[in-house]
């Protein structure tokens, strides 16, 4: 009997340990003060979000372009701030410039991202075959634009007219 209750004391202490060690490493996580980005991206990268000046350009095609102040919450820049982590975005970045191709017309993303302290840049094209790193930043532009897009002052833009062929 004793041995059993050792072993469930061993087993408790083990769950708590790593329930404890989650907690501290999610808690870790925290955004930065100095946490904002602006990323250029779609057709010739006329869209643009902007949280160091809260802007968003907005590309409206044959209507040139229409900008309005959107803030991001604070809870929308952790989220952002959280996928950027995991996608380790302030490490090095495997965006292999002989997979891009050129295409007409052609998608441009620049990012400017700056988080405790340091700032990155890079950008990229259209690619023919897509990195894994090119996919997950594509999929984070996608994400951000997302939360973009349903809030009420991106909402009240202009829509786009016409479309690129």
Request: include cysteine; glycine fraction near 4%; aromatic fraction near 10%.
């Amino acid at each position: 009997m004793k041995n059993i209750q050792m072993k469930l004391l061993l087993f408790i202490i083990v769950i708590t340990s790593i329930f404890i060690a989650g907690y501290t490493n999610s808690q870790n996580n925290s955004m930065p003060d100095d946490f904002n980005f602006s990323l250029n991206y779609g057709i010739n990268g006329k869209q643009k979000i902007d949280t160091f000046n809260n802007v968003v350009v907005k590309d409206l095609v044959e209507d040139g372009t229409k900008e309005a102040n959107i803030l991001l919450t604070k809870r929308e820049k952790q989220i952002i701030y959280d996928e950027m982590i995991k996608l380790d975005i302030m490490g090095e970045l495997n965006l292999e410039e002989e997979k891009e191709c050129e295409t007409q017309p052609s998608s441009l993303s620049k990012w400017n991202i700056h988080m405790n302290g340091e700032t990155k840049s890079f950008n990229y094209t259209t690619f023919c075959e897509i990195p894994d790193d090119a996919l997950n930043l594509i999929r984070l532009e996608d994400f951000i634009h997302s939360i973009i897009s349903n809030k009420e002052e991106y909402k009240e833009l202009p829509d786009a007219n016409g479309a690129y062929m």
